[in-house]
């Protein structure tokens, strides 16, 4: 549920605010695809599958191994959520066990091949998951080959919970109207993974990071926006098409970015957002311009270790729970997507020969 112009979000009926702090990335996840809450024997039990499934195929490795190391991550991910179909290519749509199955390897594999292309476009072998960490550490383990902080891992949990799910957006309508095919849910994931990787709706946080390196100092922030309003520029990671307020999501990572700041050092980057926030505020809030989850997002991200190009993958990670839950909802009353058009080009036209062509 999203509110736009009171800037609230709910999953399932549950505040965004009360998941962030009080849920985990994986009790949300079972939230979204089920439909409640689970219980502890539940959560328990669907956590111990999920972790039994991190592991990927060593053939899909190889493969990963020749994808050109100067391929972005977000196309290596989508020829791997693809080519996971081959190796589960049972399609039983209508099996609640089968589409438990699939559910919990697309949760479990996405962010193992994630982290495996980034070691192996470095030139290292990917790193085994570990079975006594959490979903977010483990991932951040097989990232940067050390195991992360308590505070790193549960804030970066709480990132993939802002990004879980958010209504019908570009990524998600593609997951639909693939899923609506009666297609494998691997290709439905891949599908929405390729719509994400679009710059009109993934990178906007990297995006966020360039446009503060280009504004440099807090002097610069006013004449840089002054040019953008005067140019109709965008600013980056501001404005959405649903809330005319702050994004509820911008200020929880806002919190999340000073937690990781007063723990692991400032960054200058930060103080400078701050001034950008404030004076765009005074700008475009007449407007109902404000700060959307892209803004803060980035520099969580960064002081976490991770790869600037790694940042919309991460998204798809966590943006995998609402996908499925969309899936899984579709093949409840499934109907083929077949949208009409209105065809505005010639009519009936006689056909000419080559040679009396113009």
């Known amino acids: 549920m999203v509110e736009g112009t009171l800037g609230q979000l709910a999953y399932r009926g549950y505040s965004i ?7 985990s990335f994986l009790e949300t996840a079972y939230l979204l695809i089920w439909g409640d809450l689970p219980n502890a024997e539940a959560l328990g039990t669907f956590s111990e599958e999920v972790k039994s499934h991190r592991r990927i195929k060593f053939r899909i490795r190889d493969m990963m191994k020749c994808f050109p190391e100067s391929g972005h991550p977000m196309d290596a991910l989508q020829a791997s959520a693809a080519a996971l179909g081959l190796f ?11 589409i438990r199955a ?11 091949m994630v982290a495996a292309f980034q070691l192996i476009r470095k030139g290292h072998d990917p790193i085994q998951p ?9 991932f951040l ?9 308590p505070l790193a891992a549960r804030i970066f949990d709480a990132c993939l919970i802002l990004h879980a799910e958010h209504s019908l ?4 309508f593609s997951a639909l109207v693939t ?21 009109l709706h993934g990178g906007a946080n990297e995006d966020v990071l360039d446009m503060l390196d280009t504004i440099g100092s807090v002097e610069n922030v006013g004449p840089y926006l002054d040019r953008c309003m005067a140019e109709k520029k965008r600013i980056m990671g501001f404005g959405h098409r649903v809330y005319k307020v702050k994004d509820p999501r911008a200020a929880i990572l806002q ?11 400032s960054d200058a980057s930060y103080d400078l957002a701050r001034v950008v926030e404030e004076q765009a505020a005074d700008r475009f809030g007449a407007r109902g311009i404000y700060p959307n989850v892209d803004f803060y997002s980035g520099l969580v991200y960064r002081k976490l270790g991770i790869p600037q190009d790694l940042f919309t993958p991460i998204f798809a990670i966590a943006r995998v729970a609402g996908w499925l839950a969309h899936w899984k909802e579709q093949l409840g009353a499934n109907r083929i997507f077949r949208p009409s058009q209105v065809y505005v080009g010639h009519r009936l036209r006689p056909w000419q020969p080559i040679e009396a062509r113009p």
């Open 130 to 138: 570990r079975d006594d960490l959490s979903y977010a550490a483990n």
């Open 17 to 23: 605010e009360d998941l962030a702090i009080r849920s």
């Open 179 to 199: 899923a609506s095919t009666l297609t494998d849910p691997y290709a439905v994931v891949a599908s929405a993974v390729g719509t994400l990787a679009g710059p």
């Open 141 to 149: 383990y097989m990232l940067t080959e050390q195991e992360p902080d």
């Open 169 to 172: 957006n570009a990524s998600t």
């Open 88 to 98: 589960y290519s049972r399609r039983a749509l209508d099996d609640p066990t089968y």
């Open 255 to 265: 919190s999340l970015a000073e937690q990781l700041f007063d723990r692991f050092g």
């Open 102 to 112: 699939a559910a919990i390897r697309l949760l479990a594999k996405i962010p193992t």
